[in-house]
């Protein structure tokens, strides 16, 4: 039978089991090593007269994009596209294959298509970091030098309209809506002192999280050529978040026993 006081000791289990809220990073610099000028004269494109280094230029990428609209409408947007290796532009907005061929990215293209977990994180981010100095090769006979940089992005949750009970209210919505058997499962979790499972499909559980704090390893190279030359250009960001497939993969093989048939 469903009762109130059942619910409540259920969604105080699932409050429990959220992570800690970052303390006051909408109010928090984003804490970045370098010299930059003020945002709104941050360069649109790359400036080989600046001289930056690897770290100036992503910190003046990321800052862009955490006040994307800053001077204007997606202009944190414009300016990670002149910065990108082209080979950046197609992992974060790949276009149709041409003749079997990845075709050129155009910036209308980019502005439409763009969608990575980096840009996810980092448009209107509460801060970022970039962590310890980059590791950079030297160049090569066919590329420039290679940078790669550690970024943190911090993001914290909008509070709701309501506060707190507001989000104690919509997982008991939630809860009300569940079967009996996952009903079931959360009370003999919270008898056991176990975390509470996962909320069932459709619940406010599934709605788009951006998570607090992500790391990405940032590879740059620097242009060999102009108009361009000397200046770092962004080629990828990885995410260091593992999947779970990630996970299991980890040493070993697949399966255990003879591969024979």
């Not at 506060?163 to 809506?177: I, K, P, Y």
């Not at 050529?225 to 962004?234: A, D, K, S, V």
Request: proline share 11%.
């Amino acid at each position: 039978m469903r009762c109130l006081p059942l619910l409540a000791s259920a969604a105080l289990a699932f409050r429990a089991a959220l992570p800690p809220t970052l303390p006051s990073l909408r109010a928090r610099a984003s804490l970045v090593a370098t010299d930059l000028p003020p945002l709104d004269s941050l360069p649109d494109t790359p400036d080989p007269s600046l001289n930056w280094t690897a770290q100036q230029t992503l910190a003046a990428v990321c800052l862009g994009l955490q006040h994307n609209d800053v001077p204007t409408e997606d202009a944190g947007l414009v300016r990670l596209y002149h910065f990108l290796h082209p080979r950046g532009r197609v992992d974060i907005a790949p276009p149709p294959p041409t003749s079997g061929l990845q075709g050129f990215v155009s910036l209308e293209d980019f502005l439409r298509d763009a969608a990575s977990p980096a840009l996810g994180s980092l448009i209107l981010c509460s801060g970022f970091k970039l962590v310890g100095e980059p590791t950079v090769s030297p160049p090569g006979p066919a590329r420039g030098a290679l940078a790669t940089q550690t970024l943190e992005v911090y993001n914290e949750p909008e509070a709701s309209a309501g506060g707190a009970s507001s989000s104690a209210e919509r997982t008991l919505e939630a809860l009300v809506e569940a079967p009996d058997e996952f009903l079931q499962k959360v009370i003999d979790a919270v008898r056991r002192g176990q975390p509470p499972p996962e909320l069932p499909l459709g619940s406010v559980a599934n709605e788009v999280v951006i998570p607090t704090r992500a790391t990405f390893l940032v590879q740059m190279e620097q242009e060999r050529r102009p108009p361009y030359q000397g200046c770092w250009l962004i080629k990828e960001f990885h995410n260091m978040k593992r999947t779970t497939f990630q996970v299991l993969n980890d040493g070993g093989e697949e399966f255990e026993g003879s591969d024979s048939g």
